[in-house]
Nanobody
Framework: QLQLVESGGGLVQPGGSRRLSCVAS????????VAWFRRAPGKKREGFTC???????YYADSVEGRFTISRDNAKNTVYLQMDSLKPEDTAVYYC??????????????????WGQGTQVTVSS
């Protein structure tokens, strides 16, 4: 019942933008931190951004200044606004929730299952 569903991926040209959504079902996100992860073929998942229950945000150097994480608790949703996309951003994107960002970044400490994720392909 504690499920997160990612959506919004697709094909985008280099330099373009894309907005991903992470919607919670079966629970409310108000008191959870939410992080975004991504996995490229042949690589392990990496967490690159997180937003705390208080709204504090954290970014990896690879996305700092280009990506923005935000939340709308009324909609039980966390968003990832991706701007200035690069081919190296091509990956399957996942989200995960935990009480604290410190338990999500740089790696997810809990052994919960992952959702399907959403594919983002940056190519011209």
């Amino acid at each position: 019942q504690l499920q997160l569903v990612e959506s919004g991926g697709g094909l985008v040209q280099p330099g373009g933008s894309r907005r991903l959504s992470c919607v919670a079902s079966g629970f409310t996100l108000d008191y959870y931190a939410v992080a975004w992860f991504r996995r490229a073929p042949g690589k392990k998942r990496e967490g690159f951004t997180c937003i705390s229950s208080e709204g504090n945000t954290y970014y990896a150097d690879s996305v700092e200044g280009r990506f923005t994480i935000s939340r709308d608790n009324a909609k039980n949703t966390v968003y990832l606004q991706m701007d200035s996309l690069k081919p190296e951003d091509t990956a399957v994107y996942y989200c995960a929730a935990d009480p604290f960002c410190s338990d999500l970044l740089p790696t997810r400490l809990k052994n919960d299952s992952w959702g399907q994720g959403t594919q983002v392909t940056v190519s011209s």
